[in-house]
């Protein structure tokens, strides 16, 4: 059975080298060209392709907006951003928009090739030159939901660095511009939101899920 893929890109001549790209495998059907939204979302009620390969930057919605519709309607075809655009928020909006792929232009075929099987089989894939960029947006969403769990608020994650640091009151008071007595009230909230009775404990606790 042949893998059912629709282009969307604004660019003719992108398009015409996807298509003449793709029609050299026998495993995969061109249903169908976009150049921006509107038509974009038709073909994909109409001809219910497997996979879209689409560009961030579209005449009407993104490619990003137009990848949420796909993924609240019916269809159930994998999206695949193939894009210029490196930039670290569209890589995290791509992912929060269900995107089974996200692709440099610059990606050689047969990663793009490998990237559309994939999507198929339900797999998702990453341009190599962005995975340190999706690692380092991980990382930083983890210690976010850590911080969530933890019910620490900024200003105590400030000030439990300090204590890590080994800062004084006195420096954490002038930092945060606050009174030395409302620091050591902020330290007590802290020790009873970690479970801690010292700030020593505390800071291992810190170290021990991941907040520090």
């Known amino acids: 059975m042949s893998i059912r893929v629709l282009i969307v890109d604004d660019h003719p001549i992108v398009r015409r080298g996807l298509r003449s790209l793709l029609d050299q495998y026998p495993d995969i059907e061109l249903v169908g060209e976009a150049a921006g939204g509107p038509t974009a979302l038709e073909l994909v009620e109409r001809y219910q392709p ?65 990237t559309i099987q994939a999507a198929y089989k339900g797999e998702r894939r990453i341009s190599p030159e962005l995975i340190g960029e999706a690692l380092e947006q991980l990382e930083m969403l983890s210690r976010v939901q850590l911080q969530v769990e933890s019910g620490l608020s900024e200003q105590e994650l400030f000030i439990l660095k300090s204590i890590a640091q080994g800062d004084s009151i006195d420096d954490m008071a002038r930092a945060l511009y606050l009174s030395e007595r409302t620091i050591k009230r902020k330290i007590q909230d802290i020790l009873s939101k970690l479970g801690a009775t010292s700030r020593t404990q505390a800071v291992a606790e810190a170290y021990e899920r991941g907040l520090l």
Do not use: E, W
Not at 53 to 61: H, I, N, Q
Not at 80 to 105: E, F, M, N, W
């Open 50 to 114: 497997d996979v879209v390969l689409m560009d961030v930057r579209l005449v009407g919605p993104n490619g990003l907006a137009l990848a949420q519709r796909i993924r609240r309607s019916p269809s159930k075809a994998r999206v695949i951003i193939l894009t210029s655009y490196d930039d670290q928020s569209y890589l995290l909006r791509a992912a929060q928009a269900g995107v089974h792929g996200y692709l440099l232009k610059s990606a050689s075929d047969d990663v793009l090739i490998d």
